[in-house]
């Protein structure tokens, strides 16, 4: 009995002071990313196989002046959706994409970011999403995901997103924000 207590005098502890280990390490950023929610617009995007030029106006107001951007086949549209769900601001500064086909055994990928430079001057991140909120500044932009892997066995590409960002306001990072998803195109 005596030594039954002062194993339990000993391993007490130790069990205590892993518990709250684990726990920190638990409450940090993924403990804000598992709170946030996102979403792909369309979920499952159609790729298409033909060049084109995209017209991009100069906010000028004036119509006939733009800018273009070739976007080389294959390519697909991709919008997205935040729900910050968490107790804390959030700030996405980009998407990075690695799109990955298949010819027969092999798997080939690229990887691509959105372009901030697309939406205007001193465009430095997406959102800025408080507490139980949802993203809204960028969310009616439609991106053109282009260059993808060509010589595959068919369109559907597996896609891996990492939402890149920090915890806190745009001008307040508090720690780094990852979060991962992945979709199929069709």
């Known amino acids: 009995m005596k030594h039954s207590t002062q194993l339990r005098k000993f391993i007490l502890p130790v069990l205590l002071a892993l518990m709250s280990t684990a726990s920190i390490h638990c409450s940090g950023g993924s403990g804000v990313a598992s709170k946030v929610d996102v979403s792909v617009v369309p979920e499952r995007p159609v790729v298409i196989d ?17 800018q273009t951007e070739e976007i080389t086949a294959p390519w697909f549209p991709f919008s997205y959706t935040v729900k910050n769900n968490s107790s804390e601001y959030i ?23 959105l372009s901030l430079d697309d939406l205007g001057t001193n465009v430095t991140y997406l959102e800025e999403i408080g507490p139980g909120r949802s993203a809204s500044r960028f969310t009616d932009v439609t991106w053109y995901i282009h260059t993808l892997p060509a010589n595959v066995d068919n369109f559907s590409y597996k896609v ?15 720690e780094r924000f990852d979060k991962e998803l992945t979709f199929t195109t069709q």
């Open 50 to 66: 033909t060049d084109f030029t995209l017209r991009i106006e100069d906010g000028d107001g004036d119509p006939d002046t733009f």
């Open 91 to 113: 700030t996405i500064v980009n998407f990075k994409f690695t799109v990955t086909g298949r010819k027969g055994t092999e798997s080939t990928s690229t990887t691509s970011e």
């Open 160 to 174: 891996k997103v990492e939402v890149q960002g920090w915890v806190g306001k745009a001008t307040d990072p508090k």
